[in-house]
């Protein structure tokens, strides 16, 4: 069955560090993959997707996100962040050799940047 | 460009009374049109999706029901609310390709009381 995990419910990072927000996933065929941002009381936001090539993806504010088709991950990254990074995060898959459109969503991780 | 426009962004009513939120998309041409559920700020549940006017599948039997009367409009409706029915509401539209993403409007809170 297609399914998307985040693993971790929050994630607390310094201003100015590094930050991995991660996901992984499973799909019977090849997958296509999403990063929305959702700040708070706000529709969804597209960060970045993977459709196929280069394993690293670059997107909005900053944020990148590494395919590992071994691992089944697709962890969204950010070499230094930011206190406006605060938010809500959902990873996305689509079975490219699925018969159902529909985006399958993981359960969101919460970020928190400190100052 | 494309736009996506939800209202209201809140609303509160009482259990029982009818419910009617609106999405319209604004240039594209035969979107496929969703709604989503988010509650208590985290997991999004996909109520219902439509590939055309008219045209209107759901995911989760509810309390609630999807109307498409012309190709960029989106309407949830509901008879009787009930408390249960309260969320986060989201719309989003896609253009029907996998490698696509969603694009969603702000939402409307939705609070039953």
């Known amino acids: 069955a297609q399914s998307v995990a985040q693993p971790e419910d929050q994630v607390n990072v310094a201003e100015g560090n590094p930050l991995t927000v991660k996901c992984t996933y499973s799909?019977?065929?090849?997958?296509?993959l999403f990063w929305y941002v959702q700040y708070p009381n706000r529709g969804l936001q597209f960060l970045l997707k993977?459709?196929?090539?280069d394993n690293l993806v670059k997107g909005s504010y900053g944020f990148e996100a590494e395919f590992n088709k071994s691992q089944t991950s697709f962890h969204l990254k950010k070499p230094s962040a930011l206190v406006s990074d605060s938010a809500l995060y959902f990873c996305?898959?689509?079975?490219?050799?699925?018969?159902?459109?529909?985006?399958?969503w993981g359960a969101g991780t919460k970020l928190i940047i400190k100052p | 460009s494309q736009t996506i426009h939800q209202w209201p962004a809140t609303l509160v009513q009482p259990v029982g009374s009818p419910l009617s939120l609106e999405c319209t998309v604004e240039?594209?041409?035969?979107?496929?049109l969703y709604w989503y559920r988010q509650a208590a700020g985290r997991g999004l549940q996909l109520l219902f999706y439509?590939?055309?006017?008219?045209?209107i599948s759901s995911e989760v039997p509810q309390n609630l029901s999807a109307s498409r009367p012309q190709d960029r409009q989106f309407i949830l409706s509901s008879k009787k609310l009930l408390l249960s029915d309260s969320g986060f509401y989201l719309c989003?539209?896609?253009?029907?390709?996998?490698?696509?993403?969603?694009?969603f409007g702000n939402g409307t809170r939705l609070t039953v009381t």
């Open positions: 989003a539209w896609g253009t029907g390709n996998y490698n696509s993403p969603l694009h």
């Open positions: 240039g594209t041409s035969n979107p496929n």
């Open positions: 439509s590939v055309g006017i008219g045209q």
């Open positions: 799909v019977s065929g090849n997958p296509y």
């Open positions: 993977y459709i196929t090539g």
């Open positions: 996305a898959v689509r079975d490219i050799l699925g018969s159902n459109y529909q985006l399958i």
